[in-house]
């Protein structure tokens, strides 16, 4: 075979699959299957799209998710933090603790994991999710804490959960310009963009005050 030719066919083998892997990836599914993708090129289109899962779920069956109880205005705001144990998703619980104080609710802290992680036949994993949560939580006291690990693309998955009425508001911590960011998207701009209801967006080097103010839409309040 001519070497040209060779050269790009194997550049094409390599970029269907990388493009495959990280279609993948951004639907909510471990960005390693990115590396077999590559390998396998073209013969991953079929494998992913049988794979692929289109639509977010609860990470522990045994634990479904369910609405709050509590309607709009009874018992405070219920705010959804966006949490994955990072410096930035401490900083927005921190910012969302000051921000609505007396207003707050019910705090529900939701880790979003990949779909092959809560397919593992082993819990450890979703269970180690769950302690995390509760630990970020422990010194939280005087309102409703919920804590959900949930499976699927983060931006949706938390828009997914935040719709029906589940949350009033949307905080999350706004990551750095990784590579990571720019392959796979951004959370908080994916929310801003979609969710119906409120995103407060914590920036890295925000202050911690109750005088930061939301971005996106503004925040909902009560009397």
Same mark, same amino acid.
């Given at each position: 075979?001519?070497?040209?030719?060779?050269?790009?066919?194997?550049?094409?083998?390599?970029?269907?699959?990388?493009?495959?892997?990280?279609?993948?990836?951004?639907?909510?599914?471990?960005?390693?299957?990115?590396?077999?993708?590559?390998?396998?090129?073209?013969?991953?289109?079929?494998?992913?799209?049988?794979?692929?899962?289109?639509?977010?779920?609860? =990470?522990?069956?045994?634990?479904?998710?369910?609405? %709050?109880?509590?309607?709009? $205005?009874?018992?405070?705001? /219920?705010? !959804?933090? +966006?949490?994955?144990?990072?410096?930035?998703?401490?900083?927005?619980?921190?910012?969302?603790?000051?921000?609505?104080?007396?207003?707050?609710?019910?705090?529900?802290?939701?880790?979003?994991?990949?779909?092959?992680?809560?397919?593992?036949?082993?819990?450890?994993?979703?269970?180690?999710?769950?302690?995390?949560?509760?630990?970020?939580?422990?010194?939280?006291?005087?309102?409703?804490?919920?804590?959900?690990?949930?499976?699927?693309?983060?931006?949706?998955?938390?828009?997914?959960? =935040?719709?029906?009425?589940?949350?009033?508001?949307? %905080?999350?911590?706004?990551? $750095?310009?990784?590579?990571? /960011?720019? !392959?796979? +998207?951004?959370?908080?701009?994916?929310?801003?963009?979609?969710?119906?209801?409120?995103?407060?967006?914590?920036?890295?080097?925000?202050?911690?005050?109750?005088?930061?103010?939301?971005?996106?839409?503004?925040?909902?309040?009560?009397?």
């Amino acid at each position: 075979m001519n070497p040209a030719v060779l050269v790009v066919f194997l550049t094409v083998w390599v970029l269907i699959g990388l493009a495959t892997g990280l279609w993948m990836a951004r639907r909510g599914h471990d960005p390693r299957w990115t590396l077999i993708a590559v390998v396998l090129g073209p013969l991953f289109v079929p494998i992913a799209y049988e794979r692929v899962e289109r639509q977010p779920r609860s =990470a522990r069956p045994e634990s479904p998710t369910a609405p %709050v109880l509590s309607e709009p $205005g009874e018992d405070g705001l /219920r705010v !959804l933090i +966006g949490f994955d144990g990072s410096p930035h998703a401490e900083q927005a619980l921190r910012e969302a603790r000051a921000i609505f104080g007396s207003r707050l609710g019910t705090l529900i802290l939701a880790q979003v994991v990949s779909f092959d992680t809560a397919d593992e036949d082993c819990a450890e994993a979703t269970d180690e999710v769950s302690g995390r949560l509760a630990a970020a939580t422990a010194d939280v006291t005087g309102v409703e804490v919920r804590h959900e690990v949930l499976a699927g693309p983060p931006g949706a998955t938390l828009c997914w959960y =935040a719709a029906d009425g589940k949350a009033d508001v949307i %905080v999350v911590g706004r990551r $750095g310009r990784g590579m990571s /960011r720019r !392959l796979l +998207g951004s959370v908080s701009a994916h929310l801003v963009e979609h969710a119906q209801v409120p995103v407060l967006v914590v920036e890295p080097d925000a202050p911690e005050s109750p005088s930061a103010r939301p971005s996106g839409r503004e925040a909902p309040s009560h009397p």
